[in-house]
């Protein structure tokens, strides 16, 4: 014992870095270790729903699977075998998974693609928006539309995972919490944004539009990977060096925010043959009267703006099931900032893109309309994927696409419901009504 403590003496910067590469060592085993029990739990839960009985003349459920390999730096081929496509297959379902190729195959797969009852997205925010684009891009989008889609967070950034899961601090985790959400069959609505350019086919977004020197930034941010920790900070400061201040200058015309219309109930079984019978005859000798009423102008608002960045987002980052309103968020921060406040908000954002800092002008609206200067260079950040600034059209389709989310942040948001509306009750009347389940069945 004593010669060992004296070698350890000796030696002691071997010692110390034995000791450190053991510790971590040891960290890296229980944490694989953690994961494997978290694969398993998940594995015996999914089983739970292989083992249902069906009816012999039911066809099993059919899910189409887009994968981005190249999503998390190409690791997301093993992080989706490994941690989702086990849980998917012990479901019960008849998966079939369908890998890109190239940036932008989505879009025609997806445009392409006949029939299925769930649409799987297996990659980040770019993946998604290619997707959707080529979802809604279908001559057939009202029918395809109401297909439920499940999206399994594998991007470097999956923003739209942080609305429809728990937060975790487990990667593992939080992919065996998205796909289990896809078995348990709960779903949100959420708003889509319609981005239609002066000649290109529109494009789709579920997050929204960012335009200015922040995004511009914001995309650099790899490029000093070799300042570690610090990297985020130096591509906005390197930023202000070029330019300043970085002004974008726009005209924006916009309509205000729309009522929300009851939602209609959806037919789970198929009408009888009499009632179809009966309908199809009354829409060919009672066709529907075009409204004779004057349509009321519309009245769009006309704003001359500088900004340092304009970002127009849906409402899904903060989802609210109860809301009567539709719109969009539009927010124009003011662009006579120092470059250290810059360079601090510029960190900000990275986390949340879309925040609307105060001392910004906040616009709710359902339609604008971006009008840019001749020769305005620079890019568009749509859910995270770059395209070339130019004028276009925002229009926001309201409760357009159902996602699968956790049972848990569904009730979270319903109880957000709940007490809103009960604080505002408790303002102008007794509470009374707030121990009621106001609940949707």
Same mark, same amino acid.
């Given at each position: 014992m004593a010669k060992a403590l004296a070698t350890l003496r000796h030696h002691w910067k071997k010692s110390v870095f034995g000791a450190c590469l053991l510790g971590w060592g040891g960290h890296w085993l229980y944490g694989?270790?953690?994961?494997?029990? /978290? +694969?398993?739990?998940?594995?015996?839960? #999914?089983?739970?729903?292989g083992n249902q009985l069906i009816h012999p003349t039911v066809p099993l459920k059919k899910a189409t699977v887009f994968l981005n390999p190249a999503a998390c730096k190409g690791k997301a081929v093993n992080l989706f075998e490994k941690n989702a496509a086990p849980i998917l297959h012990l479901?019960?379902?008849?998966?079939?998974? /369908? +890998?890109?190729?190239?940036?932008?195959? #989505?879009?025609?797969?997806?445009?392409?693609?006949?029939?299925?009852d769930v649409i799987i997205i297996a990659g980040g925010d770019g993946t998604v928006q290619e997707v959707i684009t080529g979802l809604l891009r279908r001559a057939d989008e009202a029918a395809?539309?109401?297909?439920?889609?499940?999206f399994i967070p594998l991007g470097k950034t999956c923003n739209l995972s942080h609305t429809l899961y728990p937060e975790s601090t487990s990667q593992v985790q939080h992919i065996t919490n998205a796909a289990l959400a896809i078995l348990k069959g709960e779903t949100v609505p959420l708003d889509v944004l319609q981005i239609k350019g002066e000649k290109e086919q529109p494009v789709f977004a579920v997050s929204g539009l960012r335009w200015g020197a922040y995004r511009d930034a914001g995309v650099k941010v790899s490029n000093y990977w070799y300042l570690g920790p610090l990297k985020t900070q130096a591509a906005h400061l390197f930023s202000t060096f070029k330019e300043w201040p970085q002004k974008h200058r726009a005209a924006l015309m916009y309509l205000g925010p729309t009522e929300r219309p009851a939602e209609e109930p959806e037919e789970t079984r198929r009408p009888p043959f009499f009632v179809r019978l009966y309908r199809r005859i009354r829409s060919c000798c009672f066709p529907p009267k075009e409204a004779c009423e004057e349509v009321a102008p519309e009245n769009w608002e006309e704003l001359k703006l500088s900004t340092i960045e304009l970002s127009i987002a849906t409402q899904n980052r903060q989802l609210d099931l109860t809301r009567t309103e539709d719109f969009m968020d539009i927010c124009i921060e003011r662009d006579n900032i120092s470059k250290q406040q810059f360079v601090q908000r510029g960190s900000q954002k990275m986390h949340d893109p879309h925040m609307c800092p105060e001392g910004s002008q906040h616009i709710q609206a359902s339609r604008c309309i971006l009008q840019l200067p001749e020769g305005t260079e620079g890019s568009f950040g749509i859910d995270n994927e770059e395209y070339e600034a130019m004028p276009v059209e925002v229009k926001l389709l309201p409760r357009k696409l159902k996602f699968f989310c956790d049972p848990s942040v569904r009730e979270q948001m319903l109880q957000a419901a709940e007490e809103g509306e009960c604080t505002a009750e408790r303002q102008g009347s007794p509470p009374a009504c707030c121990h009621q389940d106001t609940r949707p069945n």
């Open positions: 694989k270790h953690c994961d494997d029990l /978290v +694969r398993r739990a998940a594995c015996q839960e #999914a089983q739970t729903f479901s019960g379902m008849d998966v079939t998974v /369908v +890998r890109t190729d190239y940036e932008g195959q #989505a879009k025609r797969l997806m445009e392409l693609m006949e029939s299925t395809f539309s109401k297909i439920p889609i499940g």
